[in-house]
C-alpha cells in the first residue's frame, strides 16, 4: 500500500459507519489521521468506532437536518481539518412518471442537502484557520445519467455543481474542495437497487468490474494530503473507463 500522509489531521467522514464511508476511515487512519465519524446509525457507528480503535470517535447525526449537523459540529472535537461527505442513499429503481415525491425529497434532502449542511459549517471554519481538504462523494451517475435512477442521477449532478462552485470560492484560501464520481463500487447500498439496475451499471463498465472501496478510499485520502494543492473545483473519475470526460 502506498504511503499517505495526513500526520496531525483531524477528518470528519459522514456516513463513516459503513460502505465508502468506513473504506474511507481505515485508508485515513492508516495514513495517520485522527478521525470523527458521523453517522445516523447509532449500532453500526459503535461498532466501526470499536473496530477502528482509540483514535476514531462517532457522532451520531441526521446530515438531512441541518440542526442535526450543528448539534453533531458542537460535539466533535476541534480543528477539523479534512470533511469527506459520504453519507448517501440511492432512493427507488423506477421510470421517473412513477417516482414517489416523498423519496424524491428524501434523496434530495440526503445527497444534496446533507452535503450542503456540512460544507456550510465546515468550510468557513476551515478558512479561518487557513487549511482544509472536502472531498464530496458524488457518481457517475450525476455525470451520466442513470436511467430509472433520476433522483440519484440529478442528486449527484448536484454534488458535482456544488463542488465546483465552492472550491472556486475558496481557491484563493488554503482549503481545497473537489469530488470524486465513482461508478457503481459494491458496498451495502447495493441493497437499495434492484437486480436489473446493478446488472445495468455493470453492463456500462469497460474493464467489466465492480469498484472496490479500498480504490475509491486511496483516492479521497490522497485528495486530502498537502500534496494535493493544485487541484480545486475538480471532479475525479473511478469509473473503470465508463466516463472518460
Given amino acids: 500500500m502506498n504511503q499517505l500522509d495526513l500526520q496531525g489531521r483531524h477528518a ?12 474511507i476511515a481505515q485508508r485515513m487512519l492508516d495514513s495517520g489521521a485522527t478521525l470523527t465519524l458521523w453517522d445516523r446509525d447509532a449500532q453500526a457507528l459503535a461498532a466501526a468506532c470499536k473496530s477502528l480503535g482509540p483514535k476514531t470517535t ?3 447525526v441526521d446530515v438531512a437536518s441541518h440542526a442535526s449537523v450543528v448539534q453533531a459540529l458542537a460535539q466533535t472535537a476541534q480543528p477539523v481539518h479534512v470533511l469527506v461527505n459520504s453519507a ?13 415525491v416523498a423519496d424524491w425529497e428524501q434523496v434530495m434532502q440526503v445527497n444534496v442537502n446533507g452535503t450542503f449542511y456540512c460544507c456550510r459549517e465546515l468550510a468557513g471554519r476551515m478558512r479561518e484557520q487557513g487549511w482544509g481538504r472536502i472531498v464530496n462523494i458524488a457518481s457517475v451517475a450525476g455525470k ?8 440519484y442521477s440529478a442528486s449527484k449532478a448536484a454534488v458535482i455543481g456544488l463542488t465546483k462552485s465552492l472550491g472556486k470560492e475558496l481557491a484563493q484560501t488554503g482549503v481545497r474542495v473537489n469530488c470524486v464520481t465513482p461508478a457503481a463500487v459494491k458496498t451495502a447500498i447495493f441493497d437499495q437497487m ?16 465492480f469498484g472496490l472501496a479500498q480504490e475509491v478510499a486511496a483516492l479521497v485520502t490522497w485528495l486530502c494530503t498537502e500534496d494535493c494543492s493544485f487541484s480545486t473545483g475538480a471532479v475525479f473519475d473511478l469509473s473503470g473507463g465508463r466516463s472518460t470526460y
Fill in 12 to 23: 470528519v467522514i459522514t456516513g463513516g459507519a459503513a460502505g465508502l464511508g468506513l473504506a
Fill in 58 to 60: 462517532g457522532v451520531q
Fill in 88 to 100: 448517501g442513499i440511492t432512493g427507488p429503481n423506477v421510470p421517473l412518471s412513477d417516482y414517489p
Fill in 144 to 151: 451520466d445519467g442513470n436511467p430509472n435512477a433520476s433522483a
Fill in 194 to 209: 434492484t437486480p436489473e439496475h446493478i446488472q445495468f451499471m455493470l453492463s456500462k463498465i469497460p474493464m467489466g468490474r
